[in-house]
């Protein structure tokens, strides 16, 4: 994520935790607790980064959630799609690329 954000493919983390369920706690330690993105914050996260090397992880998160469609990915990641960051014709050409509508 601070790769994303550092490299301008996003424009701040907080838009990513003011949305419920993006991250979730994955290891916690004595005063420290590991933050992961959800599958759904992820698949956001690739689908607008526009990166050829982030198509695998894509088709991988797909499969694994057995999202067919164009229309079920968009409803699965509508929380994001308003957000400042979101590259709405970025995710519709790489979801056009990968699925049917």
Same mark, same amino acid.
């Given at each position: ?25 994955? #290891?916690? #330690? ?12 992820? #698949? ?17 998160? #797909? ?39």
């Amino acid at each position: 994520m601070w790769s994303l954000a550092h490299n301008g493919y996003i424009t701040s983390l907080d838009e990513y935790f003011s949305i419920d369920d993006s991250f979730y706690g994955y #290891l916690n #330690l004595s005063k420290l607790t590991i933050m992961v993105q959800t599958d759904k914050c992820n #698949l956001f996260t690739k689908l607008n980064s526009s990166r050829d090397k982030d198509i695998k992880d894509i088709t991988n998160i #797909l499969f694994r959630l057995s999202l067919t469609t164009k229309n079920q990915v968009l409803e699965f990641i509508k929380d994001y799609l308003s957000l400042q960051s979101a590259k709405i014709d970025t995710i519709n050409n790489t979801l056009d690329s990968l699925l049917k509508n």
